[in-house]
C-alpha cells in the first residue's frame, strides 16, 4: 500500500504561484507514474498533470505554460509548480499514483492522496 499526502496548498493571489508537494510513504515510490488532478466545487475532477518514472510529463491544456511537475525520487517527492494563477485554478488537488501507466485518466490510478486546497482569489 502507498500512502501519499499532499502539502503546499493554500490561499493566493491572481498571478502568484504556488508549489504544491507529493509525498509517498512506499519505498519504490520511483517505479510510479504519478499526476495531479483538481475538483473545483460543483465539478468534476479532473486531470492537471502527470510524471513519468522516467521524468516524461504532460499536461492538460489549461495548464500548459504556466505548471509545471518534477519529482525527487530520492525524497520519494512529486511537485507541481503553478505560477500565474487564475481563479479557475481554485480546487482541491489531489495526487495519485499509477502502477503500470502514464496517464491523465483517473481511473487508472491505484492511490490517491487527501487533497490539498487551492484557492485563487480574484
Known amino acids: 500500500q502507498v500512502q501519499l499526502?499532499?502539502?503546499g496548498g493554500g490561499l493566493v493571489q491572481t498571478g502568484g504561484?504556488?508549489?504544491l508537494s507529493c509525498a509517498a510513504s512506499e519505498r519504490t515510490f520511483s517505479s510510479y507514474d504519478v499526476g495531479w488532478f483538481r475538483q473545483a466545487p460543483g465539478t468534476e475532477r479532473e486531470?492537471?498533470?502527470?510524471?513519468?518514472q522516467t521524468g516524461i510529463t504532460y499536461f492538460v491544456d489549461s495548464v500548459k505554460g504556466r505548471f509545471a511537475i518534477?519529482?525527487?525520487?530520492?525524497k520519494k517527492?512529486?511537485?507541481l509548480q503553478m505560477n500565474s494563477l487564475k481563479p479557475e485554478d481554485t480546487a482541491?488537488?489531489?495526487?495519485?499514483a499509477s502502477m503500470y501507466s502514464f496517464t491523465s485518466e483517473q481511473h487508472?490510478?491505484?492511490?490517491?492522496g487527501q487533497g490539498t486546497q487551492v484557492t485563487v482569489s480574484s
Open 108 to 112: 487508472r490510478y491505484d492511490y490517491w
Open 17 to 19: 504561484s504556488l508549489r
Open 5 to 7: 499526502v499532499e502539502s
Open 70 to 74: 518534477s519529482r525527487d525520487n530520492a
Open 47 to 52: 486531470f492537471v498533470a502527470a510524471i513519468s
Open 77 to 79: 517527492t512529486v511537485y
Open 92 to 96: 482541491v488537488y489531489y495526487c495519485a
